[in-house]
């Protein structure tokens, strides 16, 4: 379960690769976002679990179009922390967010970070071969728009192992996330929507009751619908994220 690590900020490592595959006329066009970023995360403890405060240190990500230059993004386009509570399995509640900068809104979601960084827990012990299932939906403002999204995510306990003297709690997952973006892009009505499928891993700090790490791998299709086009365009999303402390 959740629970406060400590007086000392925690830090993460984060980094993330999407590719967005649109087939138009013939042709497929490809965009693309990556980067890596610092986050301090502090707990208080709660009576129902704890609060987080999220600030991001460091931001260096790349945007990339055919259509028009790289855009590059780093940490000065988020103003403020993101703040949210987590009960002792993981359900979110979000209390507020940094303002950010349109462009890096692509990068850096506050209400997608809040909902999906920590994992979900089972609330009770478990051994190796159990399972738990979790499902995350929320919808809410981003820096470009609307976006809802449901997650649903089966956790099975593959074993342990030690890094760094940590005693580690290995959990592998799978599951889906269906998604919908309506955004502003350039002053187009743009709206995303995507099914994917999902496969990772959690190592879990079951002494310091905190995530170690995190890797997970998402791919799928969809499609996108933009005022030029005269129908939806197919689409299909590649992506990795990890995150480490």
Known sequence: ??????????????????????????????????GTATYGIGMTATEGGVDVRLSVHE????ISSPMTAPVQVDESAVDGALEFSLDRI?????????????????????????????????GRAVAKGDQWADTVSYEGETGMGMRSETTVLTYT??????????PLLVVDIAGTV??????????MAVTQASDL????HVLWDYQA??????HR?????????????????PIRIESTERAWL
């Open 1 to 34: 379960q959740y629970a406060a690590p400590g007086p000392q900020d925690l830090t993460y490592g984060y980094s993330s690769e999407t590719v967005v595959s649109i087939s138009m006329m013939g042709q497929s066009v490809q965009l693309s976002q990556e």
């Open 59 to 62: 931001l260096d990500a790349t």
């Open 90 to 122: 993981g359900n979110t509640t979000l209390r507020s967010e940094p303002d950010v900068d349109d462009e890096a809104s692509q990068m850096f979601s506050g209400i997608s970070l809040a909902h999906g960084f920590f994992p979900g827990l089972p």
């Open 157 to 166: 306990v593959a074993g342990d192992t030690v890094v760094a003297g940590r």
């Open 178 to 187: 269906e998604s919908e973006f309506d955004m502003d892009v350039q002053g």
């Open 197 to 200: 499928e999902v496969e990772g």
């Open 209 to 214: 009751s905190v995530l170690f790490e995190s």
């Open 217 to 233: 791998t998402a791919s799928g299709e969809g499609s996108v619908r933009v005022p030029l086009a005269p129908g939806p365009l």
